[in-house]
């Protein structure tokens, strides 16, 4: 399954983008985390229904520091999965 999820609300400069990689990562999920330009944060994340289940619950509560007003959740055809590898934070130095 690929998911994506646009995150509203104050996301960007709190370390949002780190603490979804690390929970995609402990959840051995595929995919990527970038800031929009419109600052809000984009992921793309593919793995089992659980596994998306429990990364759409952590980004509900977001980071320290950061608030989360909106989640919008998308479901991608399968074969996006395709070219996702090991979850990484896109645009970061």
Do not use: C
Not at 12 to 40: C, I, K
Not at 62 to 71: A, F, I, L, P, T
């Amino acid at each position: 399954m690929v998911r994506h999820y646009l995150i509203k609300g104050r996301v960007q400069g709190v370390g949002f983008r780190w603490y979804v990689h690390s929970e995609a990562g402990a959840l051995g999920l595929r995919g990527w985390v970038r800031n929009t330009e419109d600052g809000h944060v984009e992921v793309v994340a593919a793995g089992d229904a659980n596994e998306l289940a429990a990364l759409r619950l952590a980004l509900g509560r977001g980071s320290r520091g950061s608030r989360v007003d909106h989640v919008i959740e998308h479901q991608l055809d399968d074969s996006e999965d395709n070219d996702l590898g090991p979850f990484q934070i896109e645009g970061a130095w």
